[in-house]
């Protein structure tokens, strides 16, 4: 994977995807007899279009800790469990019992294109998909076992899946913003957190820059969900791959339902600012996550 200082994030996310699809490919390939509408779905949901984002910063962590040594088949295991995880929460997120959405990434979502049971089912095996994947992964057992911990810490009870319990208990409810920022920071924050995290402790980070990563990964994830809720009543449908207005039809508090539409801006130029302040005490070079910053605040889907 090329240096930060020689490429665009572009060329960046183009590379780190490569390479987690390539694992995921490996990963998917033995499919069981009997058992292929089960794996076909998985395919669908872990390889299908994706911003890889979460995957792009466990590498560009571990890249700028590492710096010249840095060596991205050590993060390839690691990277392709983190995008499991996120595609196992897309698909269960989009089920009718949950937010009962039809579209996702500009395709029918998982359990449209195949079916409830079999959506359930390829969710269930992806999360438990990247566990065996950290196992497998060219890191040695005592980082393995931090990696996991982290894992479980971010996409677990205490984490995402906490965030996306507390998301439903506020359909028709009003949340004041520490209750929305809190729910945020599990729901969407926390695996965000977690692969900035997994990175740095791939790249051999000390408990300096592992606290600065964070504090950076806190900032991005929180903004990330703003535009995202800005997005929803901006955007069309075409443009965001999925339903436009679909917070709003539901009547789930959003920033923008909070703040309005221009304090939401305000909010996510806030969460930008910090971002990049948490950046300046990082070392090495952080030209990758400052670009990575600028693309979560001024993405349009």
Known sequence: MPASNAVSLSAFLEASSERVEARLQAALAPSVPAA?????????????????LRPALVYACARIVQGEHFDPARCDGAAAALECIHAYSLIHDDLP????????????TCHIAYDEATAILAGDALQTLAFELVLHSEAEPRLKVRILEELTAGAGARGMV???????????????????????????????????????????ADEVQLAAVTRYAEAIGLAFQVQDDILDVTADTATLGKTQGADAARNKPTYVSLLGLEGARQKLEGLHRDAREALETVRGDTGLLEQLADYIAHRSH
């Not at 292929?36 to 890889?52: E, Q």
């Not at 729901?187 to 791939?202: E, F, M, V, W, Y």
């Open 97 to 108: 019992a949950m937010d009962d959405d039809d579209l996702r990434r500009g395709r029918p």
């Open 36 to 52: 292929d509408n089960l794996f076909a779905a998985m395919h669908y949901s872990a390889l299908g279009p994706g911003k890889r």
């Open 162 to 204: 906490s965030g996306q319990a507390i998301d439903l208990a506020s359909v028709n409810r009003t949340l004041d913003l520490a209750q929305l920022e809190a729910m945020h920071r599990l729901k969407t924050g926390a695996l965000i957190r977690t692969s900035a995290r997994i990175g740095a402790l791939l790249g051999g």
